[in-house]
């Protein structure tokens, strides 16, 4: 009877230190530093960096093309069928500018922030297909 007793406190005990550990997690503070990150001579790159790639032929124009982050892709369609830019793999946000939609002199915009190689298609064309990389 007495061994039970214990066992009721321990496991009421063990529920109450659980609970305290559950309500204690409040300092989860993230962005406190961020400021002093930023050095002030490598500031003035933020904006203006641009690529461009053509759609000309059934084929993407660089097929392969490196670009710094933060660089502005512009796709033009060059052709006189549509195509579309649909990425397939590599890093940051996926994006497509929707099958097959853009017509002869459209374009289409990206901003590529996350370095690695980014592979995308034209998916209305097998085999159009094209690669940026991002340093
Ligand atoms: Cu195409």
Redesign the pocket.
Known sequence: MTRFFATLVSIVACGLVAAGCGSSNSDNSSSSNTKTQKPAAAAPKKSGKTGAVS?KN?QFSPKALTVAKGTTVTWTND?S????VTKTSGPGPKFASGS?N?AQGATYKQTLTTPGTIKYV????PG?AGTITVK
């Not at 069928?81 to 579309?84: G, I, K, L, S, T």
């Open positions: 759609m059934i052709d069928v549509n195509h579309d097959g853009l034209c998916t209305v064309h159009m």
